[in-house]
Each structure stands twice: as C-alpha cells, then as structure tokens.
C-alpha cells in the first residue's frame, strides 16, 4: 500500500525555542544568592508507606513553597540562610512541621513523615498495611487543590473496580462527562457537552494512539476500547489545560498517570481472581452460543502487579490483567411509515408500522493489559525511566435477526381524530395483507487489535532548576475478520413474501411483541424462503501511530521581590494512520450447493443445530431458526467452487475506492510564567505555538463521463462499466492533499487562596481542532446519475476551527479531611465552525476543483468555515467522607455530580442539557460497600423535519454496585454488578410522545464474583 509523499520537515519551532531561552536565562535574577540556601527531602505517609506526590511544602512567613513531585520528592529553593519552619499539608492527614537549619549556598535535607491520628483511612491488620479507596481520594484531593489550573483528578480505585477495566466505564463518574456507547461497549467520552473529537487523551502527558475501528470516519475522536485502566494511578481532568500539553483540546484533556514505585515503600503484590456472568445467563451449564458451540457462560478474570524498589535505586512495577465479558444484545427495532405532514397532531397521530426488526447479538469481550515499568535513579539529582504498556482487545458478534416488512394495513393509518368506530389500528395491534419476512445474519465480526505505548525519559533536578525530557510511540492497530475466522459477516434467506401477517403487544412502546400469520406459507421453515442464499464478508484494517519527543524545563526564582517559576519546553509528535477497508458491500457471494450449479434445488440454507434466535423482552418471537454462516463459511473454505466468486476486477475496485494515508507532524513550543503575588495569589500567563504540516492520500471519483473520455474520448459512449481498465479510469489516481499552517495560543490561569481550603481560580486558554481525518483524505466523488449532477468536492482551503474557553470556579475543601464542594461555570467559544454546505451551480458556473473537472450545472457539496458557536455550562461537583458522624458511620462517604449545558444552538451539538451522578460508599472494619448511579435525560440526536417527528435518545438512569469483605489483611471476597436493575437503551420518535419507539436495547447486568489480595 503507497503512503503519502515524506517532505523533509524542519521543525519551525526552533527560533521560538531560542527566543524563550535567550528570554528566560540570562535573567541576574538566576544566579546563586549568596544569602540563600536550598531545602530538600521526601515526604512519607507513615500509615500506608506510600511516598506523597502533591503534598504542599511551603516556608513559614514568606511566599516560598512547592508541590512534591513523584516518589515524594520536593525541592525549596531561595530559602533565606538561619533557621525557618517548613510546614506540610496533605489531604487527609495531619499537617507536619520542621525547623530547619539553613546554611547559604548549601543544600539541607529534611525528610517527613506523615499521619492521621484521627479518623484516618488506614487499617491495621496483622501488622500489615491496607490501603483503603479513602487513601487513593486524599491523594486525588491534594492534587486537585495544589493544581496550577481548574481540574478533576480522580484516584483509579475511587470508584472502586472498574467493570472490563475499560476506562470509559470509570470516566462515566466525572464531572460533565458522557458516554457514547457502540451496542453495549463504551467507545468515546463527551466532555461538557462537546464532541468527543474535541478532547485530547495523554498517558504522562504524550498522545496515545487510537485506530478508529478501522474507519477513517472515526475522525480524531479517541476510541477507549483498547485501553485498560489496570496500570494506572490517576486519571486527571484539566478542563483548562496548560501551555506544555496539546492545544487540540476545547473540551478538556484527560492524562492518565501510571504508577510508579518510587511512590510506594517496600515490596507489594496485588492480585486478583473472579468470574463475570450476565443476567440473562445465570446457569453453569454449557448452553447454546454466542457462537455455534454450547459453552460455559461463566467468563474467567483476573489481576497480577509487582512492585519494589532495589537497592533505593531501581523501582520496578509490572503488571498483567486479563478480563472476559459476555453480554446479551438483543435489540428490538421499529421502524414507522412516513407520517403526516402537519406536526400539529402529532400528539394523537398514529402512523402505520412498516417493519419489525429482532436482533439477537450475543458478544464476547476479552481485553488484557501487559505493563512494566522501571525507574532508576542515577543520583540524588538525575532519575531515569522507561514504560510499556501493552493492550489487547478481542471482540466477537454474533447477530440472528429476523425482519418483518409491513407494507400496508388493512385498516390505513389514522392521522386524525376522532377515529373510526371500530377501526383496528393503533399503537398496540396492526394488521397487513402485504408483507414479507427475512431472516439473515448482520453485521457479525471479529474485531482484534492491540495498543501499545512504550515510552522513556529523565528527569534532572538541581537546585532551582528542572528539566523533563520524554519520547513515546503509540501505536494501535485493530482488524475486522470473518471468514478466516470461520463465519461469514452477513447471510441472508432474501425475501418470503405473500404474508398476511398481525402484530400486537400490551401497550405502545412495548418491545414485548406478538406476531400471528394469517396466511401465507409459513416463515418459520428455512425451505419456504426463495433460492439461493447469499452472504457477505469484510477484511478491514487500521492502524495509527503517533511519535512524541518533549521537553520541559523549569526554573524558580523564590528570591524576588515577586516570587516567579519560569516553564518552557517544546515537543515534536507525528502521526501516521492507514486504513484499509475490503469488504463485498452490493456484491454478494452466492451459494451455489454441492453441484456447482446454480438453481438446481440444492442451495437451502440449514439452521444452527443448538442456537435459536429469542426477544427477550417477551412476545412470541422465540425460537426463530437462526441461519448456519458457520457451517457455510467452512464448507466456502474447504469447496470454494460450491459459491460464486469476487471477480478481479471487482477485487481491483474494492481495493481502489478503500484505503486511506494520512501524515500529520505538529510541532510545538511554550513559555509560562507563573507568580506568586502574593502568598494567596498566583498569575500564570503562558503561550503556545504550534506548527502543522499534513499529507494525506485517499480514492477519488472521477465520475462516469471521465472515465469514458479518458478510454475513448467520448464522454457518451458506450462502453463496458465493469472492467480493470474502467476501474482504474474512473477511481484512479488518489488524490493527495496537502496542509501547512500555525496557529498562537494564550493561557492566562489565576488562582485565589482566601483561606486554605477555599480557592477561588479563574483560566482563559485558546484552542485549535484540526478537520477531521477524513476531511484531510480523499478527491473529488461524482455522480452523472442523477439530476442535476452531483459532486462532492474536498475544500483545499479548510482551516482548523479555533475556540477559547473562560472559567471560574470556587472550591471549598472541607476541614478534617472530609472531601470538597465545588462550582465551576464556563463558557466555550467556537468559530470557524466547519460544516457540509450545498450550493447550486447555474449552468454558466463552475466549481474549482484539483481535478480540473467541468462542474458547471452541477449541485456541489463540500465543507467550510461557516459559522461559530459557543456552549455555557455550571457544574456542581461534591465530595464527602461523614467524619463528623458518630462511630462507624464516619467511614461513610458520598459524592455527587451535576452539570447544567446550554447551548446557543442546540443543532450545532445535540446533547443533553443536563447530566448527574453520584453515589456512596462505607467501609468498616473489612466490610465494604459501595453503590453508584449515573442519569442521562432524554435528549434530541436529530434535526426536526418539517413533520415534527424527531428522533430522541430516552432517558437512562444506571445503577452499580458492589460489595467486599476482607477476611485479613491478605485476602477480600467481593461481589459487583454493572446495571444491576438491567434498564435498557431505548430510542423513539419524539419529542411529544416516547410510545413511537424505534428501538429497545437489552445488554443484561453483568455480575462478578472473586477474590482479591496483597501481600
């Protein structure tokens, strides 16, 4: 496969580099002072042996004071020379204190340990330390509150485990997130009503890669199926980030933190053991499907990570996870006969049911995480280190449908009142004279793919001085099989019509349907239905790769008059994505049977020996034969003769009209200043620039008349459309677009300590979001077809849209280490909005184009930067452990999160307007427990036609539970569900009436029971 052209790309950034640099250190204010010395040290917790990141460390009567980085470690530099009291705070536990001796130009260690005498969250038990989930919120808390700008940071175990470890299932419990679901899985986050292709996601702070489900049209939103949560500490979310991260986030970056043993001390091994079930499976017998076998529904987990530090040199901490879910899609879909066109009775109208359609869609998961990483210090100054982290992700569908098409009612519809006297037709029973059934298989894969993100860097730290350096390549792959796999992707029996067929069911909405033949051979016998049968295939493939090179230099200046810290850094990351996609789409493999020969009596399709296809929502529709792709796709295989076969040329133009090339290379730099005005207050302006240069290749649609102009010089004549050299006439060559461009952006983040625990912040950052993917790669598509002709024309002129975002946000810590109470209101501002435009073009009119096609006449459709937008939001997010209740009930804990959207035009997003969760938990002498909940409204997906019906995504409210027991120190006992009430998914035409549903969606809860440990 041709990638797109490599230029020789030289990094832009390097006179902004140099410029910060000849701004920034020459400063007198940088050398050494002679009055002034140095303190350093590591901060301990003495209950839990972990080593504090985040604790606060500051001089006693001046503005001199730090966050302590990983490991514990913190550094004070500028100390004025005598005797000073440094102080420490850390969310829940005690604050500590020292008075240290300051020698000038010389360096003091001073280590602290630190405790909660009170009602803290350690247990003892045998002498051993655990850790409890309240331990893993303190931290979270602390750096939250130390943050230089507004952001949520969330321990991994927060919320206790995590269903799949997806973490999409544990962002779902953030602030003004929500989820975009695929079926049952979580496949990309919305931050603050935003498309998700408007969020960045960073592991220690470079871009992991995602594969898109081997689709260019994925765009760049960020797909979570193959990353697992399993090797990480914390998951922060900066709703404002700052200057060193990438300015492609308008809606947020989500940097996920790895664990690291310098945070820890002495040796720990975790694991764990458990069985996941679904609901609608509780057996421990071997049972029929998700494939054409009889398997155990029980589904294997578990969990291993190693972590010591050698020597006080070398950290090391590895891990392995494995995780195995099956659940129940079974889906039920309606669809309606066009309505009315008066939306003024849409309250009462009932239009006619043109179909049914049941989905039966069994799937198993299987994700596994593999990481190491080490640490090594090389002195007391200098630490080196390197990361893996190793994702798999297998997913398997298996759809059985059954589609019944109504093509009228004996009784027509009723678009007013008052209706008929004793006229059948509603809501809850039609009947029709005209109709057809199918029975087919859709849409059944096998999606494998892994994601794998090594990573090295170092860090120096010498006095007042730091500097980071990183390199990383992410690279994610994923394929779509079937056939090698041993099934094919689509099978169908075609169409048996000649029904008279009646539907009913309880009540409108209700997806517990009926169905009554009335005449007409009967559809439930495979032989009944026409010859021969026809299947379908798909082979795709995606892959994406991004290479991160970053710096990031610091130095403080403590000794002036306004206490300053200097950042600056840059960084260099390139992607690279290829997606091919070869799939039979209108061209059907027939079966021709044991003969070779079509229409010999031979070609029946045979049903699945052990699996039937079932509504488990209830009615009749039970028991339905379900086709054997299986059997068929090993007899393809083993007797290819026995099916017709792609043609070469057919093959050919598959391929042609389905790859896609992109590079894109984005180089970077910034400069931040932060100052500590006074010692409440701090300023931090920053910039940012970044420099973009893409290159991308994609199919083309020459059109029809090209084609035959180019073999014959006449664009009428007649000729052959299904040949190689038609083909690559009229698909060939790829276009190849190409961009270069920089955008500036400023930062400015200001934070106001009124008190020590009531902060009150304020951000203001700019934002660029680059055009989709599939913007970027592809020409021109032409269709002489129709009138008037069509193009859809790529816009070689398309710029990024540019946002900016203003927040506030007060924050109150609550004393004796309870949690917090925060409101944050924001306003984000998008212009150069891009969206598809239509124009007509008169016959005298033409369209440039790089093709140099004649569009004169034409209806042209492409993209442009025509309009902006901007979305307000108020969140309210809250945090509490009941210290102040008497007894045991001090280990009780809840938190709680509202978001409040508005968007000033609701077709530009099409969210909702509002979101919640919350939940709580307790955790007493080895008996834990913990219930959450999330709740999405009701919402609009669609623009409203000129008829009033909608298209609306009901309302969900989520439960999950879970339940632990320790026996010791070592070992716990846990239960969890995941939608333990089982509430469905369901869609329907709206907004005035939720009992036209279109479709009722029934995952299952899932349950899992094992044990855990540490030692």
Not at 415 to 443: K, Y
Request: aromatic residues 10%; charged residues 20%; glycine residues 8%.
């Amino acid at each position: 496969m041709p990638t797109p052209p490599r230029s020789a790309w030289i990094l832009p950034v390097r006179p902004v580099l140099g410029l910060i640099l000849c701004l920034l250190l020459p400063f007198p204010g940088l050398l050494a002072q002679p009055a002034t010395g140095t303190i350093t040290g590591r901060i301990l917790n003495e209950g839990t042996g972990q080593y504090l990141r985040s604790a606060m460390v500051s001089v006693a009567g001046t503005n001199i004071g730090t966050v302590a980085e990983a490991g514990g470690v913190y550094t004070l530099t500028g100390v004025p020379a005598g005797v000073v009291k440094v102080t420490v705070s850390y969310a829940g536990l005690d604050p500590a204190e020292a008075t240290v001796t300051v020698q000038s130009g010389r360096i003091t260690t001073q280590d602290f340990t630190m405790s909660a005498k009170g009602e803290g969250g350690i247990v003892r038990l045998d002498a051993f330390r655990v850790v409890t989930e309240r331990e893993g919120n303190f931290q979270a808390i602390q750096e939250q509150k130390s943050a230089l700008e507004i952001k949520q940071v969330v321990a991994s175990d927060a919320f206790g485990d995590v269903s799949e470890g997806n973490i999409g299932e544990f962002m779902k419990l953030m602030p003004g997130v929500m989820l975009d679901y695929v079926d049952a899985d979580i496949r990309t986050v919305s931050i603050g009503g935003m498309d998700p292709k408007y969020s960045t996601i960073l592991m220690d702070g470079a871009p992991v890669a995602s594969a898109g489900s081997s689709s260019i049209g994925t765009g760049r939103a960020f797909e979570f199926e193959q990353l697992s949560i399993a090797s990480i500490e914390t998951v922060e979310l900066s709703k404002t980030p700052t200057p060193d991260v990438s300015g492609s986030a308008l809606a947020g970056v989500v940097n996920l933190r790895s664990r690291g043993a310098f945070d820890r001390r002495g040796r720990l091994v975790r694991w764990s053991a458990s069985t996941q079930i679904n609901s609608h499976q509780t057996t421990l017998r071997r049972t029929p499907g998700p494939s054409d076998r009889k398997l155990f529904k029980l589904q294997p987990n578990a969990s291993l990570e190693f972590s010591d530090v050698y020597f006080d040199r070398l950290g090391v901490i590895a891990g392995v996870s494995f995780a195995r879910t099956m659940v129940e899609q079974n889906i039920l879909q309606y669809a309606y006969a066009a309505a009315n066109t008066n939306p003024a009775d849409n309250a009462t109208e009932v239009p006619r049911l043109s179909q049914i359609h049941l989905i039966d869609a069994p799937k198993t998961t299987n994700r596994g995480n593999y990481n190491l990483r080490l640490d090594y210090k090389l002195s007391p100054d200098a630490m080196v280190w390197g990361r893996i982290d190793y994702n798999t992700y297998s997913a398997r569908n298996y759809q059985r449908n059954a589609r019944f098409n109504f093509l009228n009612a004996v009784n027509g519809p009723a678009t007013s009142d008052p209706r008929q006297t004793g006229v059948e037709f509603s809501l809850v029973s039609q009947t029709s004279t005209n109709a057809n059934a199918e029975l087919h298989t859709g849409n059944g894969f096998n999606k494998h793919g892994a994601t794998v993100t090594p990573a090295i860097g170092g860090s120096y730290r010498r006095g007042a001085f730091r500097a980071d350096v990183q390199a990383q390549l992410s690279r994610s792959t994923n394929f779509y099989h079937d056939v090698p796999m041993g099934f094919f992707n689509t099978s169908s029996t075609g169409l048996l019509s000649g029904l008279t067929l009646r539907w009913d069911r309880a009540t409108p909405g209700d997806a517990g349907v009926t169905l009554t033949q009335l005449a007409g051979p009967d559809w439930r016998r495979l032989e009944n239905y026409p010859l021969p049968g026809t299947m379908g295939f798909r082979y795709l493939t995606g892959k994406d790769q991004k290479w991160t090179a970053k710096s990031d230099l610091r130095y403080s200046l403590p000794e002036w008059r306004i206490p300053m810290v200097a950042k600056w850094g840059g960084d260099v990351t390139q992607q690279v994505r290829n997606v091919d996609r070869y799939e039979s789409g209108g061209t059907a493999i027939t079966y021709l049977g044991p003969d070779g020969r079509a229409n010999t009596g031979d070609e029946k399709w045979t049903a699945e020996p052990h699996y039937t296809t079932h509504n488990l929502a209830g009615g009749n529709l039970q028991n339905i034969p379900a086709l054997d792709r299986f059997s068929r796709a090993r007899e393809f295989g083993a007797f290819p003769e026995r099916f017709t076969q792609i043609a070469p040329e057919q093959e050919l133009l598959l391929r042609v009209r389905n790859h896609w090339d992109l590079k894109e290379q984005i180089d970077s730099a910034y400069g931040q200043l932060i100052f500590k005005v006074t010692p409440r207050f701090d300023l931090a302006p920053g910039f940012r620039v970044e420099q973009t240069r893409s290159s991308a290749r994609g199919p083309t649609d020459w059109g029809d008349d090209h084609a035959k102009r180019v073999l014959t010089g006449n664009p009428n004549a007649s000729i052959p459309t299904n040949t190689a050299a038609y083909y690559l006439a009229r698909y060939t060559p790829d276009a190849i677009n190409t961009s270069d461009y920089h955008t500036w952006l400023k930062y400015l983040h200001a934070t106001y300590r009124l008190t020590s625990d009531f902060i009150l912040r304020a951000s203001f950052n700019n934002s660029i979001t680059r055009p989709d993917l599939s913007f970027l790669t592809g020409g021109i598509t032409v269709n002489e077809d129709v009138t008037p002709h069509t193009a859809t024309v790529p816009n070689p002129n398309l710029q990024p849209e540019h946002g900016r975002n203003l927040f506030f946000a007060a924050e109150y810590y609550f004393p004796k280490r309870a949690g917090f109470f925060t409101i944050t209101g924001t306003r984000r501002d998008i212009r150069n909005l891009i969206r598809q435009t239509t124009y007509n073009l008169n016959a005298d009119e033409d369209w440039p184009n790089q093709e140099g096609l004649d569009l004169r006449g034409y209806r042209v459709t492409t993209r442009d930067n025509v309009g902006k937008a901007h979305v307000g939001s108020v969140e309210f997010s809250y945090r509490q452990n009941m210290v102040f209740l008497p007894g045991m009930w001090q280990r009780l804990s809840l938190f709680a999160n509202y978001t409040i959207l508005h968007f000033d035009d609701y077709e530009n997003f099409r969210r909702p307007e509002n979101l919640t969760n919350g939940g709580l938990s307790f955790d007493h002498q080895g008996l834990s427990f913990r219930w959450n909940f999330m709740w999405v409204p009701t919402y609009r997906t669609a623009a409203i036609p000129a008829n009033g019906w909608v298209a609306m995504t009901g309302e969900r409210l989520t439960h999950d539970m879970q339940f632990a027991y320790r026996f010791s120190a070592r070992v716990s006992v846990f239960v969890n569900a995941r939608n333990i009430f089982n509430r469905p998914m369901r869609t329907y035409w709206g907004p005035q009436r939720d009992d036209m549903i279109t479709s009722h969606n029934d995952y299952g809860a899932i349950w899992t029971v094992g044990l855990r440990g540490q030692f």
